[in-house]
């Protein structure tokens, strides 16, 4: 059997980045009011970071396309 794979457009691309972002945050906030303090800090930082980078990377794929 071939694998089929799945054609997301860029707008469900933007809104499963939104949806992990969010997820993220929650699962790390959970993690820290219930498990541990510094590992919920951990998976939020990282949570973040991923966000930044993503913002970044739109900043300048838009930037790119203007010139």
């Not at 469900?12 to 980045?17: D, L, P, T, W």
């Not at 699962?27 to 930044?52: E, Q």
Request: include cysteine; glycine fraction near 6%; proline fraction near 0%.
């Amino acid at each position: 059997m071939g694998k089929t794979k799945i054609k997301l457009t860029s707008k469900q691309k933007a809104i499963i980045k939104a949806i992990c972002i969010a997820s993220g945050l929650f699962i790390g906030n959970r993690i820290f009011n219930h498990v541990s303090a510094w590992l919920g800090i951990a998976v939020i930082c990282v949570t973040l970071l991923a966000s930044i980078y993503l913002i970044y990377k739109h900043i300048k794929k838009t930037y790119e396309k203007n010139d």
